[in-house]
């Protein structure tokens, strides 16, 4: 499979505990995104990645969250001292970026509860 | 602050029916249009992708999106649905240069045969 891939696909916590989800774009990829997106909404933005550079945090990125993206590769996404409010799905994209055309391929995402 | 409309919350439709999913931006400027379709226990896929050029865009599955400029509009069309055709749909827009998407809140479809 040479999709997007997220991991773990499913994520219980209690309130206070700290999560990591893992994303593994597509092979030469060159930028990176994560969304969240809850019930009944669309997904919403919340950072991205071209290479190993964050280049962009959404202002839904409150302090308890990290992004990473260390080799330009795979990223992950820290979410400290959980809440229920960040109880939501967590997905990943990846394009390749080439000028103003850009396709964004989305995982399946990582479902997060925070009890 | 960009945003992504699209109506049709919930839309109930008869195999063979035809379908139009409407989807208005605010956005002023360039943009980049896409569908995506999200089916029952599946990931989030690339229907069709407006860059420039004919406003009339083709996707999988018998889909077609027209790009209306002046309406700020982007509404998806099928001539003719399937029962596998019964997903969520999400209207997306991306700034010309922008990088990240705007997505509306999505449309439920579901086909009964």
């Known amino acids: 499979d040479t999709g997007v891939s997220q991991d773990p696909r499913h994520k219980i916590t209690k309130r206070g505990q700290n999560v990591t989800f893992r994303c593994d774009p597509i092979?030469?990829?060159?930028?990176l995104y994560w969304y969240r997106q809850t019930l009944g909404q669309g997904p919403e933005f919340l950072t991205y990645?071209?290479?190993?550079?964050?280049?962009?945090k959404s202002r839904l990125l409150s302090d308890r969250f990290s992004a990473e993206r260390p080799k330009g590769s795979f990223s992950t996404l820290e979410i400290q001292r959980t809440e229920q409010g960040d109880s939501a799905m967590y997905l990943c994209?990846?394009?390749?970026?080439?000028?103003?055309?850009?396709?964004?391929?989305f995982g399946p995402g990582t479902r997060l509860l925070v009890l | 602050a960009q945003s992504v409309s699209q109506h049709n919350h919930h839309v109930i439709l008869s195999e063979a029916a035809s379908l139009e999913l409407g989807c208005n931006y605010s956005?002023?400027?360039?943009?980049?249009l896409f569908w995506y379709v999200q089916y029952p226990g599946q990931h989030l896929q690339l229907l069709l992708k407006?860059?420039?050029?004919?406003?009339l865009v083709k996707g999988i599955k018998g889909f077609e999106a027209e790009f209306i400029k002046s309406k700020f509009s982007f509404n998806l069309r099928k001539p003719s649905v399937q029962w596998s055709d019964t997903a969520e749909y999400f209207c997306?827009?991306?700034?010309?240069?922008?990088?990240?998407?705007?997505f509306g809140t999505g449309t439920q479809l579901k086909v009964e045969l």
């Open positions: 956005y002023g400027g360039t943009v980049n």
């Open positions: 407006y860059f420039s050029g004919d406003p």
């Open positions: 997306a827009v991306e700034k010309g240069g922008g990088n990240k998407l705007t």
């Open positions: 994209a990846s394009s390749l970026a080439t000028g103003s055309r850009e396709t964004q391929y």
């Open positions: 092979s030469e990829h060159n930028r």
């Open positions: 990645f071209q290479n190993e550079a964050q280049l962009e």
